[in-house]
């Protein structure tokens, strides 16, 4: 396992007994890689995941573009994630339960006090292509010590 992952895997099982909502959506979550200013994850969508149409709920991908943005920060080697003080998230398309979600968080830019990120949440259809889900972009605000 390489120094990212290990960080950001750290990081993940320390921020999780911590945050309940971050506990219910993303119990399943898998973390697989990372390298510096980027990870990847799975999860598999399950029916908490959904709103009453039974498609993916808007909320789930605003608490995956928090999240995966402060891991995308823990990826550049800080423990702390950071407080949001901008989140914006595109909705393209939708998922249903029993689908898999591929989530990419991306550090764009980690300065001294804010940190600029982006959050891909892809779909794989059933031929094995990726549709986009949503698009997040999350600026967080990195105390410093």
């Known amino acids: ?10 990081v ?30 799975r999860l598999r969508v399950a029916p908490h995941h959904l709103n009453s149409k ?3 709920h ?3 991908s ?11 920060i823990a990826s550049c080697g800080h423990d702390s994630t950071g407080v949001s003080t901008d989140i914006h998230v595109n909705y393209l398309s939708t998922a249903t339960t029993g689908d898999w979600l591929e989530i990419e968080g991306c550090a764009d830019k980690v300065g001294r ?13 059933e031929t094995g292509k990726m549709n986009v889900v949503a ?8 105390r410093t010590t």
């Open 113 to 125: 006090t804010l940190a600029f990120t982006t959050v891909v949440i892809s779909k794989k259809s």
């Open 62 to 72: 605003a608490c995956v573009t928090d999240w995966a943005g402060g891991l995308a």
């Open 58 to 60: 808007g909320a789930f």
């Open 1 to 10: 396992m390489n120094t990212e992952l290990h960080q950001v895997l750290n």
């Open 12 to 41: 993940w099982d320390r921020i999780r007994v911590n945050s309940p909502i971050y506990a219910f959506l993303l119990n399943d979550v898998e973390i697989y890689s990372a390298q510096k200013g980027k990870f990847n994850a």
């Open 54 to 56: 039974n498609t993916l």
């Open 135 to 142: 698009k997040g972009s999350h600026t967080k605000y990195l």
